[in-house]
């Protein structure tokens, strides 16, 4: 595109180098033309620059891709690929997004962040699992798992090659791709390959890793794992390769670098019991850890790095024993390095000095002889054709033998321990596939590079010619397979470089030719080299050195220091030392160098006689073999492998060299991205046609561009062809292939511009349109407004003119009057001097004469003021004192007048003048009491008249009873009524005592309430006082949060307690309400037992006065509706409440008319309480016979009520009871409606004839009493004066004579007596009567009164007011009597409206019950009418009831199991009772238990459990079977629970159904096995459940288009067209949310149907609604390309969907909503603003279910899909961050999907019949036999 002239235009953004951030952005400020040789640029910080262009030296800067591309998840995505486009593209994913994996064609970019990320958890491997490689965020899992999909669909191995730096995270790539693999693949038998595959990772790390300057954790060796698979794709072994060990560091280490971590970790543990042996100490203290100065890790704790390395060994069953000769081998090797060498004789010899412990140590460690090593380390021997001989070796020479033995030593414990490792790693199975991953060094360059940086780029050069083919190839198989024409892609062959180093005389070659020459040194191979390859187009020179040259590599050239090739390649070891150690007496260090072909080489010395020249040849053969030509070999099989492989690439890049988190260094980041080959896929992408549409993304992006008549068109392709035809005229520039369509770099990019072109235009349109508008409106209003303010000014300018017209007449006149006053001012000051000259002319004649008289005149004038001074002084007295008289009569007379119109103002014809209409009323209530009262004293009349014949009776009778007394002779009579008067004493004795008895009871009771209100008070104010604690504990304990790392854990814990005391608490106050209740009802009895008034109002009496009060009386129905309206607010809320001004007016009603009526009530309880008062000191006086029997009469009457009223009580119950029982026996409404008739008539006529008897009782009790009170009162009186006479006793009159017939005397006195009380308690009652009629009159009154008063106030109230407001008043308060009245017809229709509501439902219930018995009627007609009734159908006879019994033989066993649970299919019982299999299996467990058989019952439910064990087994993934069974056992055990015959279980049971219980057994173990077995199977449906809708999550939630036309689509880059995905039979299927509620809906009527329990089809419906929410948060947060506004709008309509569809369903209750929360709050997060502080507070407190790192996440992710759109800002989220460290959410960034609720089984007790259970005949359950 850099051709493309004409892009160069104003506004376009391009990149330009830079020396610091190697590329910088600017934006072109003047349109290039051709030819120009500067461009006009500015930079983004506003400064100008002119930028050269030159046809060669320097063209056209790199276009900027648009704004949209910009953070891709694929490099291959961005329309312009260049360097600086993929620079940029990386630094705003890692430094703006913190992601560091981001794709590049087929490569995955990895970028070492230095901070530990939570995304490598076991749920993130779940998430990638099974998805395509296009579908997710870029991962490392993602590769992982496209390599096992490819190996598992291709049947072909796969191998995954990460590469990088040192530090760019290569060996943590690696070790979590064999993590992913050992996860998904793990092991099918109890094997554990894949723990051992990765616990060889810690083992590798600490022999084979070490802290560089660049990496902490640095792999020094290369390494390729293949882990082997099964058939079926499960993990069975794996085999390691390592390339290149760093040997060279065992003995030198740079500053501030470590030796391998083996040494420190041992070092660190020296101080265990097992290993004082190996006599080690501090690191600081050995040569070979000391040289880097620095033994330490930030971070790391090597101790507990040496516990994993040995529970590593430990796995991989290394013994105990091994392990500690392996650690020997390696403490050997530290005290080697301290063997002190001392040289002599100018250092041309050396010795070891005798006491060296680190010679022993090293000696005693391998087992080796202390002489022979002294010996050997100072010497050397000297092999010759002739004869062999030993040479001392000098100080240097030892010191290079003995680190070359210890470098040797460490390398063979290498080898051996890596082969150990295979061996634990290796199977026996046959191994079908495998995946190699391959951990090797990236290239390298330094400033002084030697031998092993030559290998690595070697060996990198290799890689990426295998690399560039691998990519061309898929770039041209990608266009066969699309059927395009293609043309051969140039790429950079690197095979010139690779044959310089390996061909013949090639470097490798050379450099072993000079080490077989027995004095090559490093300068003569530098000469051959410098001559052999001058010509080389990769081989040059350094101008100023002969020791070194340069090799230009793919990434860079690199210059290479000789030194010490030769010798790093011979890597020799002097075979003396070897074969002491050979010797050694460990078989460990013996068997580390034993050669295989040992053996027959020291049989063939012994045979051969020229052993002493062939010796030294057989053991170094291997020596000889030089380590570039090991490595080549290497290399090469590698190369083979790799090939035979589908390879799958990791670039690990390192973004700093200081190991700072999340910091960018451009330049670093350009260099290995050279390096690594990411650039040349990019190149090679570039070449072809990079950008990859399908056709139907294409339409939907870029629709706006076509015309109306094309988007109708259903052929997608032609009209995608024609578009493209259209707007890009170069036919070169795209292809069209069979599914999508290519595109030249540059393309896309042009058409974004062409489509944000056509959305800006539209944009301008409806801009242009709304400022438009806008204008107009605008001008309108202005244009009134100038018109209003002209109008104004010009009448502003008429008044000013005529005020000026004014004033000018004004100022006119006032100059007319000034002129006139100023001439007669003149003429009057003139005639003024004349008259003054003429007036002192005359004067002086006239004073002349004056001064004559003026003495005279002046004695005259003093006589004159003396006598009128005397004269005022006088009359001024005189005038004082009568004003002080009047004064004093004008008061007395006021005050006067005042105290009149006072007396006045008092009088009625005052009140009369104020208030006439109320006149007529006062004087009709006097008129009635004046009635009243003459009424009153008619009835005292009649009462005194009545008192009169009494006692004149009265007498008559004491007459004739003293004349009976006094004709007795004897005292036989006395004595008999004396007996007699005894007899009834004590009864009444017993009476009282009784009472008393009842009394204290009663006040026991009422004293035991008393003190259970006080304790449930003090319990209540504990609780609280304990609340208010818990509340300070909480509240105390969130602040100390962030200090303890378990606070949440305690907050919730305390949470639990709360809510437990909370619950205590209400249970408290509903207990402490119902005994307050039971309270008041008792406080009530007995105020009723107190006082009984003899006059109640009937309802007539307070409609009366309601209708003449303002207050009327509380109904009940009153009540109701006011406590109706006290719960309407409840539920509403008071907010709500006061809204409703109905609700309002109606409430304030209702506290008004309490009020009055408390006020009411209280003035009746006072006036009930002085009455009672009044009568109990009249109780208290000395009474009479009568008054006594009468007090008795009352309280033998409350007695009796009592007890009669208890006995009613009790009947009452019984006969509801009968009721109940006989409405539950289905019997006909018809007949319980006449027997409950038949019923309340016999009650009726008992309760008559019980009133009858009653009062005779009474009557007959009343005489008694009183006639013992008679005979005790003789009995005192005759013991006072101890003679027995009857004449003083009171109201006994002395007889002289006893009549004859005594019996009759005393019965006819008796029956006076008698009358007599009842007279008097006639008149009681009348006169009790008569006191409540005046109470109530006088109550009247006061509220006449009180209504007077209020009227007189609203009178003078309104009087006081205007007329208008007079008006307005009187509106208002007919208003408000209106509303009164409307209120009152509301509640009207309320109660109306419940009661039909009532009736409706109760109507409903009938109409139910009515059709249940005409279907089981039908039911049994058509059973009965069957012809082909089987035999448990005949079993039913009339003779004999069924007790829901069926009966089996023990052979029937196998068959009854086979038929109800092996053979049994859902549908056959479908239209039979739900659970049917349940009942019968129980109905034939209830018949063996009925005969007493445990083994039948035993062997019944053992059989019944394995075989629904069996059938779940082997219909594991049928969700109707697993929901069938799980009905079923849930059912046998609430049958086994409900007819267990334990009362906790048998509340709810029918008579009936406890006649059914078990009598002999029982159950409860097969009851919890039962339990257990259904939570299996219920976690069995639930796994079924989420495997049949997982599918489809995804697709439904996140992809499918819910809303049409509201997704758009973005481009895609290479991942999305990845090659595991079956493109071949149309991509993976998708599912719409009408697919995935569907599928809900039918696991929900499928649960239904087969009877489960409501409950559990709730808790089943929570645990798959978990699961939606679960994995689709995962996607979203794993997903860029769904983080969008307008994907935010799709899903929020979606999980509306989806609470609709629980709604509708009744199932929003179950707690499945509250799964959504999560993804419904991100949603929302990806609709709301992201801009401002009132946004950050908003998404705070918004995303409450989201944890921090899901809405940072989150935040990162969000992807705008147009130009429009705005990212969101580094300090947006950076904000955010601050705001929500708060929070203790958990560290996980995903959802766990594995998680499950617990669930509960709840007891739902059946309610039918066991004795009315239809079994049908196609069950074929024949041999059952019902009893």
């Given amino acids: 595109m850099k051709n493309n002239y004409n892009l160069y235009v104003k506004f376009t953004r391009v990149w330009i180098p830079d020396p610091e951030d190697v590329w910088t952005a600017a934006e072109i400020t003047k349109d290039y033309k051709l030819g120009e040789t500067v461009l006009h640029i500015k930079l983004e910080d506003e400064t100008p620059v002119e930028y050269p262009i030159g046809p060669k030296s320097n063209a056209l800067p790199f276009l900027r891709n648009p704004d949209i591309l910009v953070g891709e998840n694929d490099l291959t995505a961005l329309s312009y690929l260049h360097e600086p486009a993929v620079l940029h593209n990386l630094k705003v994913r890692f430094l703006e997004s913190n992601h560091i994996y981001t794709y590049c064609g087929i490569v995955l970019v990895a970028i070492n962040p230095y901070d530990q990320l939570q995304i490598y958890g076991e749920e993130v491997i779940n998430a990638y699992s099974g998805q395509n490689m296009g579908d997710m965020d870029p991962h490392i899992f993602a590769v992982a798992e496209e390599a096992y999909k490819q190996m598992a669909r291709d049947e072909r191995n796969q191998s995954i090659i990460v590469s990088g730096e040192s530090g760019a995270g290569k060996t943590v790539s690696a070790k979590y791709a064999m993590r992913f693999f050992a996860t998904v693949g793990g092991s099918s038998n109890d094997a554990n390959v894949e723990e051992k595959v990765l616990a060889s990772s810690p083992i590798m790390e600490a022999i084979g890793n070490a802290k560089t300057t660049r990496n902490d954790n640095s792999s020094r060796f290369g390494k390729y794992i293949q882990i082997g698979f099964s058939r079926h794709y499960h993990i069975i072994g794996a085999n390691m390769r390592t390339y290149l060990l760093e040997k060279s560091r065992v003995v030198f280490q740079a500053e501030d670098e470590r030796n391998y971590h083996i040494f420190y970790q041992l070092c660190a543990s020296a101080s265990l019991p097992e290993f004082k042996d190996l006599n080690l100490t501090s690191a600081e203290d050995f040569t070979y850890t000391s040289l880097g100065e620095n033994i330490f890790i930030e971070g790391v704790n090597d101790a507990e790095d040496f516990k994993k390395t ?57 087992g080796v002889e202390h002489k022979q090593m002294e010996h050997w380390l ?214 580390l160098f034993h050669e295989k072909n040992d053996a027959p080489s020291t049989k063939s010395s012994k045979v051969n ?159 242009k349109t709304v400022r438009g508008w806008l204008q107009r409106v605008r001008y309108r209003k202005i244009r009134k407004m100038a018109i209003t303010l002209q109008r104004y000014g010009r009448g502003y300018l008429a008044r000013r003119y005529a005020e000026y017209l004014r004033l000018t007449r004004a100022a006119i006149v006032c100059q007319k009057q000034y002129r006139m006053v100023r001439d007669r001012r003149a003429y009057l000051r003139t005639r003024q001097a004349v008259i003054t000259i003429q007036a002192y002319a005359k004067g002086m004649f006239t004073r002349r004469i004056y001064w004559q008289f003026l003495l005279h005149h002046k004695a005259m004038i003093i006589q004159k003021n003396v006598r009128g001074w005397m004269q005022r002084r006088k009359f001024r007295r005189a005038r ?89 002779g004897d005292g036989g009579q006395l004595t008999s009524l004396q007996k007699e008067l005894e007899r009834l004493r004590k009864e009444l004795q017993e009476a009282h005592a009784q009472r008393k008895k009842l009394e204290e009871e009663h006040s026991s009771e009422k004293m035991s309430l008393q003190q259970r209100v006080e304790e449930l008070e003090t319990e209540n104010t504990l609780l609280k006082s304990e609340k208010e604690e818990m509340n300070q504990k909480i509240r105390q304990q969130v602040k100390t949060s962030a200090e303890d790392s378990n606070a949440s854990q305690r907050e919730v814990s305390l949470q639990s307690e709360l809510d437990a005391e909370r619950q205590r608490y209400q249970n408290l106050l ?283 106030e609203l009178l003078s109230y309104t009087m006081s007011l205007s007329p208008e407001a007079q008006v307005e008043y009187s509106i208002q308060q ?63 006879r009339k003779e004999k009831d069924f007790e829901g019994m069926l009966e089996y033989d023990k052979e029937d066993e196998v068959f009854l199991l086979k038929s109800l649970i092996t053979d049994m299919k859902p549908t056959s019982v479908s239209a039979t009772v739900p659970c049917l299999p349940a009942y019968i299996l129980f109905m034939c467990i209830r018949h063996a238990d009925y ?49 267990s015959g334990d009362e906790a279980f048998m509340t709810q049971n029918s008579p009936k159904q406890n006649e059914h219980c078990l009598k002999n057994f029982d159950l409860a173990e097969y009851r919890q096995v039962l339990s257990d077995l259904s939570i299996q199977i219920y976690q069995q449906l639930i796994k079924v459940a989420e495997g049949i809708i997982q599918p489809m999550i995804v697709s439904a939630m996140l992809e499918s288009e819910s809303i049409p036309s509201l997704a758009a689509v973005k481009p895609t880059g290479y991942r999305n067209r990845s090659s595991s995905m079956d493109m071949d039979s149309g991509g993976p299927s998708s599912y719409t949310l009408e697919a995935l509620i569907r599928q809900l809906g039918q696991f929900q009527s499928m649960m239904s149907e087969h009877g489960l329990d409501p409950e559990i089809v709730g808790q089943v419906i929570r645990q798959l609604f978990h699961c939606i929410n679960a994995i689709t948060l995962n996607n979203l947060l794993l997903r860029k390309d769904v983080c969008s506004w307008s994907k935010g709008m799709q899903l929020r309509y979606n999980t509306s969907q989806m609470e609709e569809w629980l709604r509708s369903h009744n199932l929003y209750q179950s707690k499945a909503a509250e799964s959504l929360e999560p993804i419904i709050q991100a949603a929302q997060l990806l609709q709301v603003k992201k801009k401002t502080t009132q946004d950050a507070e908003a998404i705070c407190s918004l995303c409450s279910a989201l944890t921090t790192q899901q809405i940072v996440k989150l935040l990162n992710l969000y992807t705008p899909l147009n130009e429009f759109e705005e990212r969101v800002t580094v300090s947006f989220i950076r904000n955010i961050q601050n705001r929500l460290q708060e929070r203790n959410d958990p560290p996980q960034l995903l959802v766990d999907t594995k998680h499950t609720f617990p669930v509960l089984f709840p007891y739902t007790p059946s309610a039918l019949s066991l004795d009315g259970m239809h079994i049908p005949a196609s069950l074929g359950l024949d041999f059952l036999v019902r009893v």
């Fill in 1491 to 1539: 005969i007493n058989d445990d083994q039948k019952v035993e062997s019944l439910l053992t059989s019944t459990i394995n075989a629904i064990k069996k059938v779940l087994k082997k219909n594991s993934d049928d969700f109707e079977m697993t929901s069938f069974w799980l009905a079923n056992t849930s059912r046998l055990l609430h049958c086994l629970k409900q007819y």
């Fill in 378 to 591: 100072c010497h050397r021997k000297l092999a010759t054709t002739s004869e062999t001989y030993v040479k001392a070796m000098s100080h240097k020479q030892a010191s290079n033998a003995r680190d070359a033995l210890a470098k040797h030593i460490y390398a063979r414990m290498f080898d051996w321990i890596v082969e150990h490792i295979n061996l634990a790693l290796h199977t026996s199975s046959k191994q079908h596939s495998f995946i190699g991953v391959l951990d090797i060094y990236g290239f390298e360059t330094f400033e002084i590079n030697s031998f092993e940086q030559f290998c690595i780029n070697y060996a990198n050069e290799k890689l990426q010619q295998q690399f560039n083919s691998h990519v061309f190839k898929l770039e041209q198989e990608e266009y066969m397979k699309e059927q395009i024409p293609w043309t051969l892609i140039d790429f950079y062959d690197n095979q010139p470089c690779i044959d310089l180093i390996e061909a013949r005389l090639g470097i490798l070659d050379l450099l072993d030719e000079e080490c077989k020459v027995p004095k090559g040194t490093d300068t003569n191979w530098a000469q051959k080299l410098y001559k052999q390859h001058s010509d080389s187009a990769h081989f040059q020179k350094p101008r100023m050195s002969n020791m070194s040259f340069i090799i230009i590599h793919f990434a860079d050239q690199v210059e290479y220091q000789c030194d010490g090739f030769l010798e790093k390649n011979r890597d020799r070891v002097y075979e003396e030392q070897i074969n002491i150690l050979k010797a050694s007496q460990s078989q460990l260090v013996a068997d």
């Fill in 880 to 968: 004082n004192a009568a004003i002080i008289i009047q004064c004093a009569f004008r008061r007395m007379r006021a005050k006067r007048q005042l105290k009149q119109l006072k007396i006045e103002a008092r009088s009625a014809e005052h009140l009369k003048n104020l208030n006439t209409g109320m006149e007529n009323k006062i004087v009709q209530l006097q008129r009635k009491m004046d009635d009243q009262s003459k009424d009153y004293k008619a009835q005292n009349v009649k009462l005194q008249q009545v008192n009169t014949t009494l006692e004149s009776e009265v007498s008559k009778m004491h007459k004739e009873l003293e004349v009976i007394r006094g004709q007795q």
């Fill in 310 to 366: 040995r529970e590593a060994f430990s796995l991989l069953g290394v013994k105990e024993s091994t392990q500690s000769n392996i650690f020997k081998v390696m403490a050997s090797i530290l005290h080697l390095g301290n063997i002190e060498i001392c040289s002599d004789r100018d250092g041309e010899m050396c010795h070891i000095s005798k006491g060296d412990s680190h010679l022993s140590d090293f000696c005693k460690l391998l």
């Fill in 1374 to 1436: 007919e208003i408000t009597r209106l509303t009164n009245d409307n209120l009152d017809l509301k509640e009207l229709v309320e109660k109306l409206e419940k009661n039909e509501r009532k009736l409706k439902k109760q109507l409903r219930i009938y109409m139910k019950k009515v059709q249940e018995l005409e279907a089981a009627q039908a039911a049994a007609l058509s059973s009965r009418s069957r012809p082909e009734l089987t035999r448990q159908v005949t079993v039913q």
């Fill in 1070 to 1352: 509903k207990e402490f309400s119902k005994v307050e209740l039971r309270c008041e009802n008792l406080k009530e009895e007995l105020s009723l037992t107190k006082f009984q008034p003899g006059h109640r109002r009937n309802e007539s009496n307070q409609s009366s006065l309601e209708s003449d009060s303002n207050f009327p009386s509380v109904s009940m129905s009153e009540v109701g509706d006011t406590e109706d309206s006290i719960q309407l607010v409840e539920e509403m809320g008071m907010e709500k409440a006061a809204m409703d001004i109905s609700l309002f007016m109606k409430l304030q009603k209702r506290v008004r008319e309490l009020e009055q009526e408390k006020k009411r009530l209280q003035s009746t309880v006072d006036k009930m309480e002085d009455l009672a008062k009044r009568r109990g000191s009249e109780a208290r006086s000395p009474t009479s016979d009568q008054e006594a029997a009468d007090l008795t009469y009352n309280n033998l009457k409350r007695e009796e009520l009592e007890s009669e009223n208890k006995k009613l009580k009790d009947d009452l119950n019984t006969l509801r009871k009968n009721i109940a029982e006989r409405a539950a026996e289905n019997n006909p409404n018809n007949e319980l409606q006449d027997s409950y008739n038949l019923l309340l008539s016999q009650l009726k006529a008992a309760n008559e004839e019980l009133d009858a008897r009653k009062e005779e009782v009474l009557i007959l009790r009343t005489q008694i009493v009183s006639s013992a009170q008679r005979q005790e009162q003789n009995e005192q009186v005759q013991q006072s004066e101890n003679v027995p006479n009857v004449s003083e006793v009171p109201d006994v009159p002395e007889v002289p004579e006893v009549p004859e017939d005594k019996e009759e005397a005393l019965k006819a006195y008796q029956g006076l007596a008698e009358s007599k009380r009842l007279l008097e308690s006639q008149l009681q009652s009348l006169t009790r009567q008569h006191k409540d009629e005046m109470d109530a009159l006088l109550t009247q009154i006061e509220l006449l009164k009180d209504d007077i008063e209020k009227k007189q």
């Fill in 609 to 767: 006689v020229r052993a002493a020249k062939t010796a030294p040849r057989a053991p170094n053969k291997e020596h000889r073999k030089t380590v570039g030509l090991q490595f080549r070999s290497s290399l090469q099989l590698l190369m083979e492998t790799l090939n035979a492989t589908t390879p799958h690439y990791v670039r690990c890049i390192k973004p700093n060299d200081f190991k700072e988190a999340f910091t960018f260094d451009s330049k670093r980041a350009v260099q290995q991205l050279r390096a690594c080959g990411v650039l040349e896929t990019i190149r090679i992408s570039a070449a072809g046609y990079p950008s990859r549409w399908t056709y139907l993304d294409f339409f939907s992006r870029y629709r706006v561009l076509m015309k109306k008549s094309d988007l109708m068109s259903s052929d997608r392709k032609l009209v995608c062809r024609k578009l493209l035809e259209t707007l890009i005229k170069d036919s070169d520039m795209f292809q069209f292939g069979k599914t999508k369509i290519f595109f030249r770099a540059g393309q896309v990019a042009y058409l974004e511009k062409l489509r944000a072109d056509k959305f800006r235009a539209a944009c301008i349109m409806i801009q």
